[in-house]
């Protein structure tokens, strides 16, 4: 693992260690679908456990297990491929600063969720969507011809689902959606001006 020298830090639109980062992937989203078996298997108690409950203290802990959690096979199936593949390439800046990106749409989203949702939430939906606008909106922070293209393409494919981030169904979170777009955007503008002074940028 080393530190890039002071200066501008390059713009990426792939990770730099692209095997590492699809291994993470998948051993990520294995994880998903190994707590949504043992949720089944108790008959959805562990989801009932590690949900985000609005307003209630006793639920804040649910900002860090909600996104681990889905409602049935279904809701985890619809999640898996943008899961793989927004996370992938959200790893373009090196896993150090993928872990900060994540970390940071993964606190503005529960609490979002935690402030405003009418009931209990769970799901990676929220992730999803804040890689999403990561990958959407950071080249053009970075004024980066290359990660503008792919924010291009992934919207040609993907853009139907900035639609959730408003009320539509009764039973989906539009509010995780949201704020797990707006930490994508508050992440996206931090990692440019973090390039822009030049910090150095952990790559493993």
């Given amino acids: 693992m080393t530190a890039l020298p002071s200066g501008r830090a390059p713009a990426r639109v792939l990770p730099p260690a692209p095997k590492r980062a699809a291994a993470i992937m998948l051993l990520f989203t294995a994880a998903l679908w190994l707590f949504e078996a043992i ?8 989801q009932y456990a590690g949900a985000i409950y609005p307003r209630d203290t006793g ?17 985890l199936i619809a999640n898996t491929l943008p899961f793989l ?13 993928w872990f900060a990106v994540t970390a940071t749409i993964w606190v503005i989203g529960g609490v979002g969720v935690w402030l405003t949702s009418p009931y209990p939430v769970i799901g990676a939906s929220g992730i999803v969507f804040g890689w999403f606008l990561f990958l959407l909106v950071r080249g053009f922070y970075a004024r980066n011809v290359g990660q503008i293209v792919l924010a291009v393409v992934l919207f040609l494919f993907w853009g ?10 009764p039973m989906v979170s539009w509010q995780g959606h949201l704020f797990g777009a707006i ?22």
């Fill in 39 to 46: 949720d089944s298997a108790s008959g959805g108690m562990v």
């Fill in 59 to 75: 639920g804040l802990a649910g900002i860090l297990t909600a996104p681990l959690l889905h409602d049935d096979w279904a809701h």
């Fill in 85 to 97: 593949i927004f996370g992938f390439l959200a790893m373009s800046g090196g896993i150090a600063q």
């Fill in 160 to 169: 139907s689902l900035l639609w959730g981030v408003l009320p539509s169904d």
């Fill in 183 to 204: 930490g994508g955007v508050v992440a996206a503008s931090w990692v440019a001006k973090a390039d822009r002074r030049g910090t150095p940028t952990l790559r493993m």
